[in-house]
């Protein structure tokens, strides 16, 4: 495929300046698959990228980062002086994940694009990397949330005893208690 040749699924062409940003394209559309009338299946495709992440959070961040990575380097780096390598791409690629703190920043469409699909999905995806899997079972739920709920109850039990002994120093000061 030629650099601005494109791919056409469904009747749609996409077209990219970077070949490997249509092949990834192409990929994603494939795995969605097109719906009954032979048009994008977005539905499809968004139900597989929501399995895909709460499959595995961890798995997910890393190819979002990696795979992200990837991609704006190829997008940038004949034309953004401040991506010269692949870890330019993985350092900018990894602050989108947050605040974006960076010097560098997306020069061409498809890097603007690259960019702003990570920094949609990127905070998400970094506070749930550490969740258990979808589908993983703990040795014993029940006694864990009866635990919790014990704990939860005497954590409320030393507030409460906390909150009345300033209500009765606030009312021997002369102070009108709610």
């Known amino acids: 495929m ?9 009747g749609a ?19 969605a698959g097109p719906s009954a009338d032979g048009a994008l299946a977005y539905p499809a495709l968004k139900r597989a990228l929501k399995d895909a992440v709460a499959k595995d959070p961890f798995d997910a961040t890393v190819v979002t980062v990696l795979g992200g ?8 780096k004949d034309t953004n002086p401040k991506v010269k390598s692949y870890w330019d791409a993985l350092v900018f690629i990894s602050t989108c994940l ?20 990570v920094m949609t999905v990127g905070p998400a995806l ?11 079972v703990s040795a014993a739920p029940e006694a864990l949330s009866e635990r919790t709920a014990a704990e939860l109850l005497q954590v ?5 005893e906390k909150l009345d002994a300033i209500v009765t120093l606030l009312r021997k000061d002369g102070a009108q208690a709610p």
Request: proline residues 4%; aromatic residues 8%.
């Open 2 to 10: 030629q650099a601005n040749e494109g791919v056409t699924r469904g």
């Open 13 to 31: 062409k996409i077209t990219a300046s970077v070949p490997a940003l249509a092949v990834a394209l192409e990929t994603a559309l494939a795995v």
């Open 69 to 76: 990575a990837f991609l704006f380097y190829l997008a940038e």
């Open 98 to 117: 947050s605040v974006g703190y960076a010097d560098v920043f997306a020069r061409t469409p498809a890097g603007k694009a690259i960019a702003t699909a």
């Open 126 to 136: 970094s506070g749930a990397i550490f969740e258990a899997p979808a589908g993983a």
């Open 156 to 160: 409320q039990r030393v507030i409460v």
